[in-house]
C-alpha cells in the first residue's frame, strides 16, 4: 500500500506531500487543477521517462519519494535477487537534475531504472479510460483465469520445470550437434591426437632445454672465461689469494699493537674463506663445461618438435598444446561415446516431459474448472454497472501434441506444443449489446464500457490473490445516475481488498471514500502553484455538494450531498 507520496519540484508543484489511507481514497478537482500532475509525478518512482522541462524550477532537481507497506506482496526473493535491503516499508525514491540525468534508489541502495520499474509494478498498478491494451493482451486474459484458479504453486513447480526442460533440450541439441561434427572430423581429430601423443610433451621441458642449448653453443667461451678468472683468484705470483694472504700476514704481525687490528685481521681471513670457496666452484663448473655436438644435435631435434606442432597449432608453450591434446581426447571420446549420452539424455527428457505435459493438463484442467465462475462473475458485476445485456465468452485453446513419431523432436515440443504458461491459449471474446457477435473486447466496446468491464476484472481478481494499490484515472467517464453509484459500490467492495486511489468528476463515487482529497491551483502574484489537502466531513459535504451542482451549491444540493455520505 502506498502510504505517502513526496513530490518536489515537479510541474506545477514546488513542494507537495501527500498521506494515503487504507480502503479507497478519493481525488477531485476541477479539470487543470494537477490530479494528472500528481499521477505524473507518481510515475516517475515507477520507472518512466522524465523530461527536465516539466520542473517547476529549472535550476533545482525534482526529488519523487513513495513510502510503500509490502509485508503481504511477497517481495523478498526479488530484494534478494537484486542486491537490495528488505524492508516492510520501504522507500523508492527518483532524483532528476536539470540537466536530464536521472538517479533512482530503492531504501538508499542505488538502482538502475530497469529495477525501479520492475519494483514500481508490483506495488502499483495504474489504470486510465485509455489503457485498453492490458485488457487485450492474452498474459493479462490468462492472468485473470490463473488468479481465480489460485494455483501459483502449481504454475511455479511448472514454470522452473519448464525452464529446465528448454535448457535441457538445448543442451541435448548442442550435444547432437558436437557429436555429429565430431564423427565427421574423427580421423582429423585422431591423426593430430596421436602426432601431439607421440611428441609426450612436459609443460616445463621447454624453457631448461633453450637454457642448456644456449650454454653448450657457447661453451668455449664459458670455459675460457671461467679459467681466467680462476687463475687471477688462486694461480701465479700475483693471484688475488695469495696477495691477499701476503696482507693477513702483515696483520698478525702487528695486532698485539691494536685492539682493532685483531677485528681487521679476522675479517679478512673470513674473506680469504670465501674467495676460496668461490675459487673451488669456479674450478668444478670449468672442468665440467664441455663441448657436446652430440647432446646439441639432440636438443635442437627435441626444441624443433616442439616450435613445429606450436606453430602448427598457433600457439607459444607446450602448456598450451597439452591443453589442445586434451581438447582433442574429449572431441574423439566424443565421437566414440557420443551416441551413448544423447540416449542417456533423450530418456531423461522423455522422463521429464511427461512429468512436465502432467503438470500442463493439470493447469489446464484448473482453468477450465473456474472459467464458467469467471465468466458469471464478471457478467454479474457488468449487470450491477447498467450492462445488463453484456456477454461474455472465455475461450480455452488447449494446444495438441506432436504425433507419437515426432515426440522426440524436444525443440519442436517446446516451440509448438507446451510454453512457459502451459498448454492453454485463453481468448475474451465479449459485446456489450444483446444480439451482436462476440469478437475481441477493443472492438466492441466504448471507453467506458471497456473502464467498466475492467474494474469488474479487477475486483475478481482482487478476491483472489494480493494485487498492489490500484489507481483508476478517471475510468468512470461515460457513467451517471444510477450507474455511478453502482460503480462506486463496485471500487468500495474492491477497497476492501486493496488500497484504491480514484481520480473521479462523479459525486456518487466521490461519496464512498474513505479518506477524500481536493486539487486545487493556488496562485501568487508571480506563479501559479498545485495543492492537495485532505478533506474533513463538513469539507467533503460542500465539495461533493459542488459536484452535484456547481460552485454555489443550495441546501437541497447540501443535504443530497450528506445523503450520499450518510450512504
Known amino acids: 500500500m502506498l502510504q505517502k507520496l513526496s513530490i518536489n519540484n515537479y510541474a506545477l508543484i514546488d513542494n507537495l506531500e501527500i498521506g494515503f489511507d487504507k480502503g479507497l481514497n478519493i481525488l477531485t478537482g476541477e479539470t487543470g487543477a494537477g490530479k494528472s500532475i500528481i499521477l505524473g509525478a507518481l510515475s516517475l518512482i515507477l ?14 532537481k525534482c526529488v519523487i ?20 535491503d528488505y524492508e516492510a516499508e520501504t522507500v523508492l525514491r527518483r532524483e532528476i537534475s536539470a540537466d536530464g540525468k536521472s538517479r533512482a534508489f530503492v531504501n538508499d541502495t542505488p538502482v538502475v531504472l530497469n529495477t525501479l520499474k520492475a519494483l514500481g509494478e508490483k506495488l502499483i498498478d495504474i489504470h486510465s479510460q485509455h489503457a485498453t491494451l492490458e485488457i487485450n493482451d492474452p498474459d493479462f486474459q490468462l492472468l485473470v483465469v490463473d488468479a481465480v484458479a489460485g494455483h501459483d504453486d502449481l504454475l511455479h513447480n511448472y514454470l522452473t520445470s519448464f525452464k529446465a526442460f528448454k535448457k535441457a533440450t538445448s543442451n541435448l541439441e548442442e550435444l547432437i550437434t558436437n557429436s555429429e561434427k565430431a564423427k565427421a572430423d ?7 591426437f596421436d602426432e601431439l601423443e607421440k611428441a609426450r610433451l612436459q609443460a616445463d621441458e621447454q624453457e631448461p632445454l633453450e637454457q642448456e642449448l644456449y650454454a653448450l653453443n657457447n661453451a668455449d667461451e664459458i670455459k675460457r672465461n671461467l679459467l681466467g678468472a680462476y687463475n687471477l683468484m688462486n694461480e701465479g705470483e700475483i693471484s688475488a689469494i695469495l696477495q691477499l694472504r701476503e696482507a693477513a700476514h702483515q696483520l698478525s704481525t702487528v695486532e698485539k ?35 657436446n655436438d652430440a647432446r646439441v644435435n639432440e636438443i635442437n631435434v627435441r626444441l624443433s618438435l616442439m616450435y613445429n606442432l606450436q606453430k602448427k597449432h598457433r600457439v607459444n608453450s607446450n602448456v598450451e598444446l597439452l591443453e589442445i591434446q586434451a581438447g582433442l581426447s574429449d572431441k574423439i571420446q566424443q565421437a566414440v561415446f557420443g551416441d551413448e549420452a544423447i540416449e542417456q539424455l533423450s530418456k531423461q527428457l522423455e522422463a521429464d ?3 512436465l505435459e502432467g503438470l500442463a493438463k493439470q493447469l489446464s484442467a484448473n482453468r477450465k474448472k473456474v472459467i464458467p465462475e469467471i465468466e458469471r462473475e464478471i457478467l454479474a458485476s457488468l449487470a450491477e454497472m447498467g450492462m445488463g445485456n453484456a456477454l461474455l ?6 494446444k495438441q501434441p506432436l ?18 504458461s502451459g498448454i492453454d491459449y485463453i481468448r475474451f471474446l465479449f459485446n456489450a449489446n444483446k444480439g451482436h457477435a462476440l469478437s475481441e473486447m477493443s472492438k466492441v466496446a466504448s471507453g467506458g464500457e471497456l473502464s467498466r468491464l475492467m474494474l469488474s476484472i479487477k475486483s475478481l481478481i482482487a ?33 476492501g481488498n486493496l488500497q484504491v486511489i480514484t481520480i473521479t468528476h462523479l459525486p456518487q463515487i466521490a461519496s464512498k471514500g474513505n479518506s477524500h482529497y481536493f486539487v486545487y491551483k493556488d496562485d501568487d502574484s508571480a506563479t501559479t502553484y498545485t495543492r492537495i489537502k485532505q478533506l474533513d466531513k463538513q469539507e467533503r459535504v460542500l465539495e461533493i455538494a459542488k459536484m452535484l451542482s456547481g460552485d454555489k451549491p443550495g441546501e437541497s444540493a447540501l443535504q443530497n450531498a450528506r445523503e450520499l455520505l450518510s450512504n
Open 393 to 398: 465468452k472465455i475461450e480455452q485453446n488447449v
Open 353 to 355: 516431459f511427461i512429468a
Open 186 to 192: 574423427l580421423d582429423y581429430y585422431q591423426f593430430q
Open 463 to 495: 478476491k483472489n490473490t494480493a494485487l498492489p494499490t490500484i489507481i483508476f484515472d478517471e475510468i468512470d467517464t461515460g457513467v451517471s445516475g444510477e450507474v455511478a453509484n453502482k460503480v462506486g459500490q463496485i471500487m468500495e467492495r474492491l477497497a
Open 65 to 84: 519519494e513513495g513510502s510503500f507497506s509490502i509485508d503481504d506482496f511477497k517481495l523478498k526473493q526479488f530484494f534478494e535477487d537484486n542486491d537490495i
Open 257 to 291: 699493537f691494536n685492539p682493532e687490528i685483531i677485528e681487521l685481521h679476522q675479517r679478512l681471513n673470513s674473506t680469504l674463506i670465501e674467495l676460496k670457496d668461490i675459487a673451488n666452484e669456479i674450478e668444478i663448473i670449468e672442468q665440467s663445461t664441455q663441448t
Open 403 to 420: 504425433a507419437e513419431k515426432e515426440k522426440s523432436n524436444f525443440q519442436q515440443q517446446v516451440s509448438t506444443y507446451l510454453s512457459k
Open 47 to 60: 520507472g518512466q521517462r522524465a523530461e527536465s522541462r516539466y520542473f517547476f524550477n529549472q535550476q533545482k
